[in-house]
């Protein structure tokens, strides 16, 4: 199955909403076939209403995968010090095989030393300075990748193969530098030999820049910055920005409505682009998706 839909006009859309049940499947089947029980524990501090959702959300895509689930949830009161020592607990725990701590945290406490704590081999987000480094050195049969960036990954091989094109020597820009985001994207363009520049808001001439992308990855966080002239006649296109914006009208309840969007003019995109991942439906649904692949492959090297 394709996960290249038409659009309507001339770029194709990439559908991380099917890509992400694929993903989900296969772990699930391996899981199933392999007799490995991947342990995921997701610390949520305080009542973020943003953040229940978001591990709700894990909490059900790690029970469909035959995981054992545990959701541990700590007061806003919670001190840095009771966090580190949960986190420590969870380390030294066997049928523990990923730790999430779900951003963000409260004020007060160092968000840096708390994703520190975590054991790297059991880091499924990624974020831990050891997984950081075996990425930036080229060891990514050994790193656990952040969610996002690997997500990312995904589709732009799939599309990549779908459109019959080679990563090797194709130009990519990244526009955005976060170490969430742009470097590690950068890390896996690298690794298949794609040659990869790094822009930011800061960066002379970003339009002219973009332009010169085969393959375009926008993590900036501006709600639709790229507009369809900074965008190369049939580049790939990878939309990796959520941004609320004014919809329009008032919802039932009287509150102003919003809507999602990327950091691409969308529309003007289409009329460019080769493919392109639509806000919302592209990235945002990979990034469980891959954490689920993560907790999966922790399991796996636990055991190696």
Known sequence: MSILKPSGKKALLIDGKAASVDVLERVAQEVAASGIKPGLAVVLVGSDPASQVYVKAKGKAA????????????????????????????????????ILVQLPLPSGIDSAKVLQTVAPEKDVDGFHPVNVGLLATGAIDRALVPCTPAGAMLLIEAAAKFLQRDLAGAEAVIVGRSNIVGKPMAQLLLAKNATVTIAHSRTRDLPAVARRADILVAAVGRPEMIKGDWIKPDALVIDVGINRVPGGGLTASGQPKTRLVGD?????????????????????????????????????????
């Open 63 to 98: 029970h469909s995968c035959g995981f054992h689930s545990v959701q541990i949830d700590l007061p806003a009161t919670t001190s840095e010090a009771e966090l580190i020592g949960m986190v420590r607990m969870l380390n030294a725990d066997p049928v523990i095989h990923g």
């Open 264 to 304: 691409v003019a969308l529309n003007e995109a289409l009329d460019v682009a080769a493919a392109i991942t639509p806000v919302p439906g592209g990235v945002g649904p990979m990034t469980i998706a891959m954490l689920m692949a993560n907790t999966l492959r922790a399991a796996k090297l636990s055991r190696a």
